[in-house]
């Protein structure tokens, strides 16, 4: 059923209707994607922007006139928008309801990533909004309660603000976690954990350093002497491995070196550090399947 908008009958023609209809639902679909993308795979301060011109390209090959242009404007982004778990057939007439998208996100109790739904105690989310002159783009900031479908415990409260169609994470009342793979050992998870937090954070030389901690702090516990540093240190646990494994796995001594010298520029290397991360995991994922074997053998 499209949406009727009785205010518009004096100015708009039925065509020109339906195809505002048609466009609010392209911007709803837009706006469901992006809260999708900014919940579930940005981090805090992190943003993304709404595409306009992909609104109108949606619409009838990019042109939508004058008349059309400006209920836009008016009825999309002059609004403040108010996310929906479910469908409705009518607009409100002060605000832009849009399908709230399903979030994943770590639950601490559950102690995995599982699906969260909001959870709004009232008609409308807590939502504050400014778009009066000197502004020229609608200032907005949402609240989002997130509730673990699996618990049901307290709900985490996610803060995004609008800047006209520029959305940005810019708050949670939980700090993200996140779960180190089973086969890092247990003694250095949290330097993978902060490794990767840091880095989401947009701290790239902090997870850098922690990337070297956690190859550093292993190695320590194998070589079991706090004396030995560095390339001493590498070359000792690299004695430790079969002749097999150093051919087939990335060598920690190598990527030691290259986090070393990363370090040293304070060279803030985003490719490097998912680089170096994935040449570690392999190596530790490596390992634990080597040791488990010897383990059985002998
Ligand atoms: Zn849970």
Redesign the pocket.
């Known amino acids: 059923m499209a949406i009727e908008f009785p205010e518009l009958r004096s100015i708009l023609s039925t065509d020109q209707r339906a195809a505002a209809a048609k466009l609010l639902k392209i911007a709803g679909e837009l706006v469901n994607e992006a809260f999708e993308k900014l919940l579930n795979e940005r981090h805090l301060y992190q943003s993304l922007n709404i595409d306009r011109n992909r609104l109108y390209k949606e619409h009838n090959g990019g042109r939508i006139g004058r008349i059309l242009d400006q209920f836009l404007t008016q009825k999309f982004e002059k609004q403040p928008w108010l996310p929906l778990q479910k469908a409705q057939n009518s607009e409100p007439v002060n605000g832009f309801t849009f399908r709230f998208p399903n979030v994943w996100n770590f639950?601490?109790?559950?102690d995995?990533r599982?699906p969260f739904n909001l959870n709004l105690d009232q008609e409308r989310p807590f939502t504050t909004q400014f778009s009066a002159p000197p502004r020229k783009a609608t200032f907005q900031v949402l609240c989002l309660p997130l509730q673990?479908?699996?618990?049901?415990?307290d709900p985490i409260l996610f803060m995004v603000t609008r800047k006209g169609l520029k959305l940005t994470l810019t708050g949670r009342s939980e700090f993200e976690e996140v779960k180190a793979p089973e086969y890092i050992p247990k003694a250095q998870r949290k330097y993978y954990s902060q490794a990767r937090i840091a880095f989401n954070s947009g701290q790239i030389l902090p997870a850098l350093f922690m990337l070297r901690t956690l190859i550093e702090q292993f190695m320590r516990s194998v070589i079991n002497d706090d004396a030995i540093r560095g390339d001493e240190l590498c070359k000792k646990y690299n004695e430790t491995l079969p002749e097999d494994f150093k051919r087939r796995f990335p060598s920690f001594a190598e990527i030691y070196g290259t986090l070393s010298d990363a370090i040293h520029r304070a060279a803030e290397d985003p490719p490097l550090f998912e680089e170096q991360l994935d040449r570690i995991s392999r190596h530790f994922e490596a390992k634990s399947v080597f040791d488990k074997n010897s383990a059985k053998a002998g």
């Not at 639950?107 to 559950?110: E, W």
């Not at 673990?148 to 415990?153: D, L, T």
């Open positions: 639950c601490s109790q559950c995995a599982t673990c479908q699996g618990c049901k415990s």
